[in-house]
């Protein structure tokens, strides 16, 4: 990210002389606006601060209010504007402050500099709702599973005088944000989906159920001879896992390796499932939350909270 210099009105400009040391200039440049910066007193970068906020907010004012005017644009009571994009189903959730959100997002000031992007890093974010800035807070509550929404963000409901220190985001910046909202995760709900998923399942021709409520089922079986492990053998499998709308969040084919580990390292619905396997087996294993990572679901995504697991096992070997 580039580091915006502020030089002292009245400095002499420097100019480039020669072509062929260009770059020798260029470097004579940087290295004197940046002892001029750091000669500074803290008064003196305290008064700059200052005078670039009052500027930023001026602009952010006169672009917010102009965008106000705008038909297809919304404000709320907050200030916040937003643009509906795309509408999903009907049925598609809505989150409150408190939940969990998976969420595609680019995120640009107002002249249309891109300053963060998850559709550039090429996987969703996902976070606590009420942990992030006031204007993603209220804005993505507005919105259902499936949305898009675009959102005009006031520096109050952004970061404010301060920015974020050392870039991209300058003190008093209005923000825009385009957002999906990919999926909302509430414990409550995903427990009841779960549980009502696992009912249903525990019905269907060649599924079993073992005592903890693990559920599985015999893909394919591999030679009578295949040696079954136990759970502090190591293990060499290759495996795919799903949620239970069939999004991939995790395979070992896609990789294109086996995976090896010891069998009493991993949720307790691998520990007991792949026990019931030989050497050969293929099993396909139907897990519970609290079979799998419960309340907590994986900090950051893929697995939200109280969210039942599909997966495919293939085991190996037996170390």
């Known amino acids: 990210m580039s580091k915006v210099w502020l030089i002292a009105a009245g400095a002499a400009a420097l100019t480039i002389a020669s072509c062929g040391k260009s770059d020798d200039n260029a470097e004579s440049i940087d290295n004197a606006i940046e002892l001029a910066d750091e000669a500074k007193t803290d008064a003196e970068r305290k008064a700059d601060h200052a005078k670039l906020a009052a500027e930023n907010l001026a602009a952010a004012e006169e672009f917010l209010a102009e965008n106000a005017a705008r038909d297809d644009v919304n404000v709320t009571d907050s200030g916040l504007q937003y643009m509906v994009l795309e509408e999903g189903p009907e049925d598609g959730h809505s989150p409150v402050s408190t939940d969990l959100v998976v969420v595609h997002y680019v995120g640009t000031l107002k002249d249309g500099t891109e300053f963060d992007s998850s559709r550039a890093r090429g996987a969703a974010a996902q ?89 599985y089922q015999v893909i394919t079986q591999g030679n009578n001879d295949g040696k079954s492990p ?32 010891p069998l009493n390292r991993v949720i307790p619905g691998w520990t007991e499932g792949v026990q019931l396997m030989n050497e050969g087996d293929k099993y ?28 495919e096992v293939e085991l190996i070997s037996v170390k």
């Not at 999926?183 to 998923?197: G, T, Y």
């Not at 795919?240 to 084919?253: A, I």
């Not at 396909?284 to 997966?311: D, H, K, Q, S």
């Open 127 to 215: 976070f606590p709702l009420n942990q992030v800035i006031p204007g993603w807070t209220e804005g993505v509550q507005l919105m259902s599973e499936g949305d898009r929404y675009r959102f005009f963000i006031p520096p109050a409901l952004a970061y404010g005088e301060n920015g974020t220190p050392g870039g991209p985001i300058g003190p008093n910046e209005a923000l825009i944000f385009d957002v999906e909202l990919i999926k909302v995760h509430n414990p409550e709900r995903n427990l009841e989906i779960a549980k009502q998923f696992l009912e249903e399942n525990a019905k269907k021709d060649g599924v079993q159920t073992t005592d903890s409520g693990l559920q």
């Open 284 to 311: 396909r294993f139907f897990i519970p939350p609290a079979l799998a990572y419960g309340e907590m679901g994986t900090p950051g995504g893929p697995i939200g909270p109280n969210e039942a697991l599909v997966f």
């Open 230 to 261: 136990e759970a502090t053998d190591t293990v060499e499998v290759h495996y795919q896992g799903t949620l239970l709308n069939g999004t991939e969040f995790d395979s070992s084919y896609a990789r294109g390796e086996t995976i090896e580990f």
